[in-house]
């Protein structure tokens, strides 16, 4: 079956431009994650989706980042104003668990990225 | 960012020798993951160990787990020039999302 797919696989941008990422998440995965790859900061988590609501957006660095899931599938992370220093690469991850529980695990499945550039 | 570390940060070998990559991490952990990053994209899931196993084996891979030094390792046994990549410890927290060590970037030469 289809994993997890991204758009764009590349994007570059000017800075102060907005930009959209997209993640089409593995059918029925209730559960998706952003996560971030830069040079200076590793891998880092953004946000997660529990369906359509995000109970934990910790990990979004600044007000100019943003993100949405709409019928529990597609999810969009939406960056304002870019900056130079979000030039990264943005993985998103699917994972079927419907309520996550201490101990439980639930394999989550990441798709290819998108590699951000900011001019 | 990380709350894990990861050494050596990169790895050179010939095929044939082991790969052996050590993780550590600071807090309580119910499990640890481990995850190999081809050319800096998608990461695919590798093993799983669990907090009350000390070692587990899946196929050339062998990872074991020191909860009492935070610490873990990956080894690849007879390497081969398709076993170059990036390989990163996590491990759960929270909603189940993952955090990640820094990586080790293993080379194998064929």
């Known amino acids: 079956g289809a994993g997890v797919s991204q758009s764009p696989s590349n994007k570059v941008t000017e800075k102060g431009k907005d930009v959209e990422l997209r993640c089409d998440p593995i059918s029925g995965h209730t559960a998706l994650y952003w996560y971030r790859q830069s040079l200076g900061q590793g891998l880092e988590f953004l946000i997660y989706?529990?369906?359509?609501?995000?109970?934990?957006k910790s990990g979004l660095p600044s007000d100019r980042f943003s993100a949405e899931r709409t019928g529990g599938s597609v999810s969009t992370l939406t960056i304002q104003r870019t900056q130079q220093e979000d030039s990264a690469v943005y993985l998103c991850?699917?994972?079927?668990?419907?309520?996550?529980?201490?101990?439980?695990?639930?394999?989550?499945?990441f798709g290819p990225g998108t590699r951000l550039t900011v001019l | 960012s990380q709350q894990g570390e990861e050494d050596p940060q990169a790895l050179s070998i010939q095929e044939g020798e082991n790969a052996t990559m050590n993780c550590s991490y600071k807090t309580s952990i119910n499990n640890l993951q481990w995850y190999r990053q081809n050319s800096g994209r998608g990461l695919v899931h590798l093993i799983l160990i669990r907090s009350n196993e000390r070692e587990k084996h899946s196929g050339r891979l062998r990872v074991t787990l020191d909860t009492s030094k935070k610490s873990s390792s990956l080894l690849i046994t007879a390497s081969r020039a398709a076993d170059t990549a990036s390989y990163f410890c996590?491990?759960?927290?929270?909603?189940?999302?993952?955090?990640f060590g820094q990586g080790t970037i293993l080379t194998v030469h064929p």
């Open positions: 991850a699917s994972s079927p668990n419907r309520v996550w529980r201490e101990g439980s695990y639930n394999e989550q499945f």
């Open positions: 996590a491990y759960r927290t929270s909603y189940g999302k993952l955090t």
């Open positions: 989706f529990q369906g359509n609501s995000a109970p934990d």
